[in-house]
């Protein structure tokens, strides 16, 4: 079984939960996916009008059906009767295990799911009356297939009926590579709690070309495998293009962007590359995905704006790269590029609202190439990305 990450490009698909009223999620979906694609297109733009015309490379798409990598499902109905999808108005879950973003391996692998849940009669939480143990089911789905299952309770009781459970859902998803549960015993809206159990399983390979990343339960990576292959490689172009003796990798997650920018050959033995991640897991799968790939390239627990803040001025790289979350790197990271010595940043970012008020604080830099990669399709979020060249 192998996972599905080929790019399906249905101009306009059809989903019945939409036309029911059930799932307004995807609120463009009843618009063609070109002018989808235009739109984010036309709000780039406009977010950044610095940039030149001629620096707008062609918008890389995100697909219409089956290239969400990542399915968070809450977990509604009642004892043997469960729902998996989204919370209604009511509080109530609305099943939504057909969603057809999902990658097919996600969606074969739900009603499985929920099959074993409802014979072992696991209580889902009910969020009005805060009863119940259930709360969350995350699946996420690599490339191979593999499968990464998180069952989030409300406590210790949802736990040790996961922990029994353990046997039929290795036999019935053999695909799951790592099977845990968080525990997330406040009411509040959140998608998990800081504790996590593994049951099965450590880390999840995502295998991706010439680089393999290990994901680890809390670990972030981008929700469309396809579309961040080819950030990863459009990054690692501009950096081969400028071909910098050292960078790094602030917010560097589980390394993706970092150890395909490592660079090939004598490059990667010659380019120095550091990432600093905030997540201690996600600097320990980056780690083991550097020794994998033979890629000499370190990594450090910390918050990426102390790190650059507080560092020596004699290690400070000549490429920076960011891929900070919606808020941007802010004015304090901002600041320090603006008056480093860094002659180049690779800006990737899930927010052009932020990105253009992060650029704004940094004047000395100029955007020599930006481009469109569409992340999350049938949404209004995108991913863009900029290569910044120091001219101040």
Request: overall charge neutral; aromatic content about 6%.
């Amino acid at each position: 079984m192998t996972g599905g990450t080929r790019l399906q490009l249905v101009d306009t698909p059809h989903c019945d939960y939409f036309e029911a009223g059930k799932c307004r999620s995807c609120v463009l979906i009843e618009t063609p996916y070109r002018a989808q694609l235009r739109e984010k297109e036309d709000r780039s733009r406009e977010l950044l009008p610095s940039v030149p015309e001629s620096a707008w490379l062609p918008s890389v798409p995100g697909g219409t059906r089956d290239f969400r990598n990542r399915a968070k499902l809450v977990v509604g109905g009642r004892a043997g009767h469960i729902a998996l999808g989204i919370l209604g108005p009511d509080g109530h879950g609305i099943d939504l295990r057909d969603c057809l973003i999902h990658e097919p391996v996600i969606r074969e692998a739900i009603p499985r799911i929920a099959k074993l849940i409802e014979t072992a009669g696991i209580v889902p939480y009910d969020v009005p009356t805060r009863r119940g143990e259930l709360k969350f089911v995350h699946i996420t789905a690599a490339p191979d297939g593999a499968l990464m299952l998180r069952f989030v309770t409300r406590g210790e009781r949802g736990l040790a009926a996961i922990r029994r459970l353990l046997p039929d859902l290795r036999r019935e998803l053999p695909e799951a590579a790592v099977i845990s549960v968080n525990l997330l015993p406040e009411h509040k809206a959140v998608l998990e709690g800081e504790r996590e159990e593994l049951l099965h399983g450590s880390a999840l390979t995502m295998r991706l070309d010439e680089v393999s990343l290990h994901l680890r339960p809390q670990s972030f990576f981008q929700t469309n495998t396809a579309v961040a292959r080819a950030l990863y490689a459009q990054a690692a172009a501009w950096v081969d293009k400028v071909d910098p003796a050292s960078l790094w990798d602030l917010y560097c997650g589980v390394g993706g962007f970092a150890l395909h920018c490592a660079g090939t050959g004598n490059t990667r033995q010659t380019r120095r590359v550091l990432g600093v991640e905030l997540s201690s897991e996600a600097v320990r799968s980056a780690r083991r995905s550097a020794r994998d790939a033979g890629i000499d390239a370190s990594f450090v627990a910390a918050d990426a704006t102390e790190y650059a803040r507080d560092a020596d001025r004699s290690t400070i790289p000549e490429l920076v790269i960011v891929n900070p979350p919606r808020r941007g790197i802010g004015p304090e990271l901002s600041a320090w590029l603006e008056r480093a010595s860094v002659a180049q940043v690779i800006y990737s970012s899930c927010n052009p609202e932020s990105l253009a008020r992060d650029l704004s604080a940094m004047p000395s830099y100029r955007v020599q190439y930006a481009r469109v990669f569409d992340m999350f399709p049938h949404t209004r979020h995108l991913e863009v990305a900029v290569l910044l060249q120091r001219v101040g």
